[in-house]
């Protein structure tokens, strides 16, 4: 059983993300989806510097977020093709609720960028726990829009990245679980080589 709820305990141990195109309604109402949010931002921070937010991309503000994906696709590639901007399409319509995380840096501290970064992906993982939590499911995903200027700045500054679009909803079909690396693969204990 995949996002078990029965213990914290059961949760991370069987949590599992969802496909967003598999996803359906329904989908966390404003009051569970601010739960959420609130949730994703108790993550570790050195520095309480928040080098993180998040934009709700609201349902009735799907079509303006595919105008937007559909023009910085075409900006790039006019000549793109119709599977192309159909599956542009399918991403900004899939699953009940759309939230772009957003990286912002606080360049001026002394806390290094790397551990910022680490931050934000923390948070990000805390959203989709939170969600799962809840008897949602959650998928995190990047892609091209995730590394375009033009998609960038319609949601943030020249400084900031998306970290990802995570994609809230309930399971159309069963969870299956993906490949997993082997615990002796990942998982090791230090031995120092000197004396």
């Not at 939590?133 to 900031?160: I, K």
Request: aromatic fraction near 8%.
């Amino acid at each position: 059983m995949f996002n078990d709820r029965s213990s914290a305990i059961a949760l991370l141990a069987s949590r599992r993300s969802g496909k967003p195109r598999d996803m359906v309604a329904p989908g966390p109402d404003a009051g569970e989806l601010r739960q959420i949010l609130a949730i994703a931002t108790r993550t570790p921070d050195h520095g309480k510097l928040a080098p993180w937010r998040f934009v709700v991309v609201p349902a009735e503000k799907r079509d303006a977020f595919h105008a937007l994906l559909r023009r910085a696709y075409l900006e790039g590639k006019p000549d793109a093709g119709r599977l192309e901007l159909e599956s542009i399409d399918q991403f900004a319509h899939q699953a009940p609720a759309l939230v772009v995380a957003m990286a912002r840096p606080a360049h001026a501290s002394h806390i290094p960028l790397w551990e910022q970064e680490l931050s934000a992906g923390a948070a990000c993982m805390n959203l989709l726990t939170a969600a799962h939590a809840l008897g949602f499911v959650g998928g995190w995903l990047t892609g091209w829009p995730a590394y375009s200027d033009m998609v960038r700045n319609a949601f943030g500054g020249a400084d900031e990245r998306i970290a990802g679009f995570i994609f809230l909803g309930s399971p159309s079909r069963p969870l299956e679980e993906r490949p997993r690396p082997a615990y002796e693969a990942v998982v090791s204990s230090w031995e120092p080589d000197f004396a």
